[in-house]
């Protein structure tokens, strides 16, 4: 059974920094990849960042990029966000989503419980 446990989120101030990880269980992601997903309340889940998890090739959103970072740590089987220069408007529900097959930047068949980041003064 695939399993996506993550954690770091939590409550920060303005610009602050935050660093998110994901780990994966029950089996691996080559020729697949991990996305980060967010959903703030009262909106839709919304796609942050994306890593292939062999060439770790990533893509971002314009609402991020520039600030989030994406990594992945194959041997441990974890992704990672880096987030930085936090605003208000970041304070979501942070999902981690997994694939291990060829897909979209959406395209996920695995998904966490999520993690709480507020971000306020």
């Known amino acids: 059974q695939v399993r996506l446990v993550e954690s770091g989120g939590g409550l920060v101030q303005p610009g602050d920094s935050l660093r998110l990880s994901c780990a994966a269980s029950?089996?691996?992601?080559?020729?697949?990849?991990m996305g980060w997903f967010r959903q703030a309340a009262g909106k839709e889940r919304e796609f942050v960042a994306h890593?292939?998890?062999?060439?770790?090739?990533?893509y971002y959103a314009d609402s991020v990029k520039g600030r989030f970072s994406v990594s992945r740590d194959n041997a441990k089987n974890m992704v990672y966000l880096q987030m930085n220069s936090l605003k208000p408007e970041d304070t979501a529900v942070y999902y981690c989503a997994a694939r291990g097959r060829p897909g979209g930047l959406y395209d996920f068949d695995y998904w966490g419980q999520g993690t709480q980041v507020t971000v306020s003064s």
């Open positions: 890593i292939t998890w062999t060439l770790a090739i990533t």
């Open positions: 029950g089996r691996t992601f080559g020729g697949g990849a």
